[in-house]
């Protein structure tokens, strides 16, 4: 049995691939994009580690999961644990779900390993590349990928049918908050600029913040 270290769990999430879908958030990256949104997973704290059969359990509790994305951090640092989950979603989930993995490390070095590919044939689809801010713009059409560096790569015959036609023929990316205890997550992928706005709408709302994990 192994550990995963896990960031954050959320259900649904409607921003990050097509459907309701279960949120999974690896912690620990070593990639350290500049203009990283996620800046609060890159520490792979060993007080984060979880039984991954506790993770499947929860997975089990939901009801009309359409998927499941597993982000990060990057999920890819923790093979391991990362097969293990593989396996065990697809033991669990019907035909019809989806699972969708981003990484941080080009589509070439993930396919330049035997026990990357491995992981990659229990995927759907996988979003590759590193985040590069620059290539991030207000007004591209990227509606799952950060910035245009990055590519949808369909694995199965499910990921062709949800993530082989232009990212779903949809040209404007969407962005959930989830409020838990004294924390404000944002969950989707932001064009340059969006943190700054949802901070300051949320502010005018009534709900201040104070550090945030996607400025240094």
Not at 82 to 102: K, M, N, Q, S, T
Not at 173 to 193: F, K, L, N, T
Request: proline share 7%; net charge neutral; glycine share 12%.
């Amino acid at each position: 049995m192994s550990e995963l270290l896990l960031a954050k769990a959320h259900y649904p999430v409607t921003t990050l691939g097509p459907g309701r879908r279960a949120g999974i958030w690896t912690q620990g990256c070593t990639l350290h994009c500049p203009g990283c949104l996620s800046r609060d997973t890159w520490d792979a704290d060993p007080d984060t580690a979880i039984p991954v059969p506790a993770v499947l359990g929860w997975l089990r509790s939901l009801d009309r999961v359409d998927g499941v994305t597993i982000s990060g951090g990057e999920p890819f640092q923790q093979p391991e644990a990362l097969r293990e989950l593989l396996l065990g979603i697809r033991a669990w989930a019907p035909p019809e779900v989806d699972v969708l993995v981003y990484s941080g490390y080009a589509s070439s070095r993930l396919r330049g390993s035997a026990w990357s590919r491995e992981l990659l044939a229990l995927c759907d689809a996988v979003v590759t590349g590193p985040y590069i801010d620059r290539l991030n713009s207000p007004d591209s059409g990227h509606l799952w990928r950060g910035s245009a560096n990055q590519r949808i790569i369909p694995v199965s015959e499910l990921g062709r049918k949800r993530y082989g036609d232009a990212e779903g023929g949809e040209t404007r990316p969407h962005m959930q908050i989830s409020v838990e205890a004294d924390r404000v997550y944002y969950i989707g992928i932001p064009r340059r600029g969006d943190m700054e706005r949802l901070t300051e709408r949320l502010s005018l709302s009534g709900v201040h913040g104070g550090e945030v994990s996607w400025r240094p």
